[in-house]
């Protein structure tokens, strides 16, 4: 209830009040005679005040509240100071987060291509000739020769960045049928690099490497890869920016994952096959395996979960010594004792791990939400890695887990759950004096995209991101179409 003069309510012509107070709007009145306005009280005392003083006090009020109740009341000279006081707090040039703006690229123009060579599904790579792998420059299709059987999925904006890849100083945005590249040098802020031709296929996965070391153009290399459906294409993108097509490779089935180990390009489907293209003998090959349910990368080697209940390993640096025997070299290296399906994996290499790679740690989540860690020292390397800790806390299958130096941060299908735990070390090993111990429980809540893309998974991916030996984010991102993100430490929450 708030008490007021004629006056006060009056001096700013053509408002709600004036409207009111002359007959021109019709009143509710309670039983004491006072008007009643059916608005928010708290942001009515500031516009009172401000009626009777002409001062602002924003004190514990948001501006974009009192806007809005500024507006509905129709107080003109409250709402130009308002806006003023918004501008003073927002900018273009972005927030000190913010480390360099890049313009949108010019869409590239589109080749109309009717001969577009066979159907990028029949070739497996599996004993590709020079000429094939190059693919003579030929557009990619999906199926069939003609426009009309291209196939592209949910329509997407072709102005609008779907996945952003990084690898050192480099950055990747991939658009619904291009992909540029951009660098950042100290002396020359960022440069885009390379921008690839216009695909007739809307892009699903990206993958970057920076450091090339080996390959078909020697060290000065970077190469980008992007996927859609079963089909890949590479390029390798010399010094000066000028970019290369590698080849165009089908893994057969959708690709689920790509990525760089080395200079090895590396696709992988749930359905249970891994493709590689190695850079020293511009090779690729299709290996079938298990259903893969989660992988990871340590050093030379991928890790695959899958759902037999089984982890196994790729050793990368061995690859090429086996392409004569065209075998990828996939050895099981633990089996869980529940044979759950192996969801989530994470492999830590302490500072101790040895070239041999014998000091390993791996914690992995399963269907069934059990988060296990398990060991290999080097005592332990005949008989494999050892059970070390499980924790039953999650209900539902583990989407996620990481372990780094400090922490066990581990995260399920129910609504992004994240539960994390305190990692003790003794000498850079894993210890259990006093153990691991729980930290927090939180929610990254995000709301999927209802028709989604191929691309809305890997393009809003939660993380966690950042060095295992520092402190890692996740990156919250609530409704599908937003301007805000939120930026929350992994380990407990905190924004």
Known sequence: ???????????????????????????????????????????????????????????????????????????????????????????????????????????????????????????????????????????????????????????????????????????????????????????????????????????????????????????????????SESSIILWSIQDGGSGSEIGVFSLGVPVDALFFIGNQLVATSHTGKVGVWNAVTQHWQVQDVVPITSYDTAGSFLLLGCNNGSIYYIDMQKFPLRMKDNDLLVTELYHDPSNDAITALSVYLTPKTSVSGNWIEIAYGTSSGAVRVIVQHPETVGSGPQLFQTFTVHRSPVTKIMLSEKHLVSVCADNNHVRTWTVTRFRGMISTQPGSTPLASFKILSLEEAESHGSYCSGNDIGPFGERDDQQVFIQKVVPITNKLFVRLSSTGKR
């Not at 006072?34 to 948001?62: C, H, M, Q, Y």
């Not at 999925?153 to 480099?170: E, Q, T």
């Open 1 to 227: 209830r708030f008490s007021t003069s004629r006056q006060t309510l009056m001096w700013i012509p053509d408002s709600f009040f004036s409207s009111l107070l002359s007959g021109r709007i019709s009143t509710l009145k309670d039983e004491t005679g006072a008007i009643f306005i059916d608005r928010d009280p708290a942001a009515f005392a500031p516009i009172l005040n401000f009626l009777r003083t002409k001062e602002l006090d924003l004190r514990g009020v948001s501006i974009n509240v009192l806007r809005h109740e500024a507006e509905f009341y129709g107080i003109t000279p409250l709402v130009r100071r308002l806006l003023l006081c918004e501008e003073l707090e927002r900018s273009s040039c972005g927030s000190v987060l913010f480390h360099g703006y890049l313009p949108p690229p010019g869409i590239p123009s589109r080749k109309i291509n009717n001969t577009a060579g066979p159907p990028a599904d029949v070739r497996t790579g599996q004993n590709c000739s020079e000429t094939e792998i190059h693919g003579g420059g030929v557009q990619p299709t999906l199926a069939g020769t003609g426009e009309g059987t291209v196939k592209l999925g949910f329509p997407v904006d072709p102005r609008k960045v779907l996945i952003v890849a990084g690898h050192h100083n480099w950055i990747v945005a991939a658009y619904a049928h291009f992909a540029v590249c951009y660098r950042i040098k100290e002396s020359s802020g960022w440069q885009q690099v390379f921008t690839s031709p216009y695909l007739d296929w809307t892009i699903e996965r990206v993958a970057l490497n920076a450091k090339v070391v080996g390959g078909p153009h020697g060290d000065k290399d970077k190469m980008v890869a992007v996927a």
